[in-house]
């Protein structure tokens, strides 16, 4: 394995606040764009992906986040596309505990599809990884294929068995998606929490052409939430994972719910975050154009100056929040960019 030589940051700079006071203390960092599954509400089947010398190297990475760190970033998701299949990606999580062990990163995390956690949990585990995300919309073999288009149900469920030996806590993340999971839902709810393991429910966000009508796809949380109450006591609770989640506790099953809307129940007000893309891209809203290049000042000097102004620069733009909407009259994606791009 390739090593990563880190550098010595200097000295103290200030934390990261933008314009209404939100101090920005989480970064999802996207490290490729390329991906073993097509979901359909993520890609279109054929997709172009970034060529490859465009992308940060690991090196460059580790020198972006630990410059978030040094900022007052605590929590930093590594995601993607799939992280997982990026070479030699477990290097960067080795060279970033680093900021666990000295204290100034309290979560080291990750959003991965499961495909490749047989091979990666054990180590992932060993370097501090001890809470992942996994996304999966359905239990059954037949729709997780036709979903995924390419994804194959049964590795994705060792995948977690893997990560369960090794320690770690699982959420599992499903979008809701009408008419595909809508039915599905309190199996699959019933199942994570059977195994001891959380389920984040997400609305399904108009980004990106997918080659479908989103109106088609989307399913109101709101209504899911009607739906299950008819069945399970929901109880609001406070639990927070520093992400945009609101969670109740289903009494029947003794497990934890939790709600992503950026649709029906806008979340921004409250938002600490910001995406990192693998070509050093800075985006300060999911749901909004607007970025700023990191790249440029990385590479242009050795010391982190020309970075730090770069960030300040960039945070000073972030805006209130997203403004999404899904109807039949809104027939464009709300950006042209997809998840895959920016990192779910
Ligand atoms: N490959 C990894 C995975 O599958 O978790 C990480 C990247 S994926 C883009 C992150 C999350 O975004 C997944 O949970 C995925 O289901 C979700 N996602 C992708 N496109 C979405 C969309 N248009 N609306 C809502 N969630 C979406």
């Given amino acids: 394995m390739n090593e990563i030589r880190p550098i010595p940051a200097s000295g103290t700079t200030p934390a990261l606040v933008d314009p209404f006071g939100r101090h920005i203390s989480y970064l999802r960092v996207s490290v490729t764009d390329r991906c073993d599954f097509r979901c359909v509400y993520c890609m279109s089947e054929h997709m172009t992906f ?32 799939e992280p997982l299949v990026r070479r ?18 309290k979560e080291l995390t990750l959003t991965t599809n499961g495909s490749q956690l047989t091979r990666f949990a054990k180590e992932l585990s060993s370097y501090g990884v001890k809470r992942i995300n996994v996304s999966l919309d359905t239990l059954d073999p037949i729709k997780f294929k036709a979903l995924t288009r390419w994804g194959d149900l049964t590795k994705v469920l060792a995948g977690i ?28 709810m019933e199942w994570a929490h059977g195994r001891g393991m959380d389920l984040a429910l997400i609305e399904v966000m108009p980004l990106g052409d997918v080659g479908a009508e ?7 949380l709101s209504l899911v939430r009607a739906k299950l109450s008819e069945r399970y006591t929901l109880d609001d609770i ?24 950026p649709l029906t129940h806008n979340f921004c007000e409250g938002c600490n975050r910001v995406r990192l893309t693998c070509t050093g891209t800075l985006y300060m809203c999911l749901g909004q154009e607007d970025a700023a290049d990191l790249r440029a000042p990385l590479r242009a000097a050795a010391s982190n100056d020309l970075l730090n102004a770069a960030m300040d620069e960039a945070i000073s733009r972030k805006p209130r929040g997203h403004d999404f909407v899904i109807d039949r009259r809104t027939r464009q994606p709300a950006l042209g960019r997809h998840m895959s791009h920016t990192g779910g």
């Fill in 88 to 105: 030699d990606i477990l290097t960067l999580f080795r060279s970033l505990s680093r900021h666990l062990d000295s204290g100034a990163l």
């Fill in 214 to 220: 989103r109106v088609d796809q989307y399913l109101p």
């Fill in 161 to 188: 068995d893997a990560a369960q030996e090794a320690g770690m806590q699982i959420k599992i993340n499903a979008v809701a998606l009408r008419g595909d999971n809508e039915d599905e839902i309190p199996a699959l």
């Fill in 238 to 261: 406070d639990y927070r994972t520093g992400g945009p989640a609101r969670y109740v506790s289903v009494k029947e099953t003794g497990g934890r719910l939790g709600f992503i809307t």
């Fill in 50 to 81: 970034l060529p490859k010398p465009d992308l940060l190297t690991l090196e460059e990475l580790d020198r972006l986040c630990s410059a978030f760190v040094s900022r007052g970033v605590e929590k930093l998701r590594i995601t993607g596309g």
